[in-house]
């Protein structure tokens, strides 16, 4: 429990503008550009231009919230853990953009 709080104000304050929930500009941002190596190397997703094949289609997969946050912070296969180099905050808003844009059902 205190983790969490200390993570969190660490990861607010590493952040000079936190994102809102549902913030879908801060999350195509965090897509297309601020994740290294960008979401858009691996996967297709139409509202970002991207045509990435090393991944799933995320327009077909249309995967819920709680599946890119477990992707993203994690891993999976080949795909890299950005849990150090993206914010909570950050995956939060990736999380909500991709969500929104591939029609998935939170
Ligand atoms: C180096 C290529 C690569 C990058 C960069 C990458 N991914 Fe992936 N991603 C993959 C691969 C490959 C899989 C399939 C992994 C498997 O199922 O073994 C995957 C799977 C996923 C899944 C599905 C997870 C599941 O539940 O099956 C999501 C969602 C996802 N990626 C989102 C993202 C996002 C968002 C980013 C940017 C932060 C990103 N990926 C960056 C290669 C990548």
């Known amino acids: 429990m205190r983790k969490t709080v200390l993570a969190v104000s660490l990861s607010l304050l590493a952040c000079s503008y936190p994102a809102l929930a549902g913030d ?10 601020e994740a290294q190596p960008s979401c858009t190397v ?3 997703l139409s509202d970002a231009g991207s045509s990435g094949t ?10 819920s919230r709680e599946q890119v946050i477990n992707a993203v912070t994690g891993g999976v296969g080949i795909m890299p853990a950005f849990n150090e180099s993206l914010s909570s905050e950050q995956i939060e808003a990736l999380a909500d953009y991709i969500v929104e844009v591939a029609g998935a059902t939170r």
Do not use: N, R
Request: proline share 9%; hydrophobic share 20%; net charge neutral.
């Open 24 to 33: 879908t500009k801060k999350g195509k941002q965090v897509f297309t550009e």
């Open 42 to 44: 691996c996967h297709t």
């Open 54 to 63: 090393i991944g799933p289609d995320l327009d077909e997969m249309k995967p």
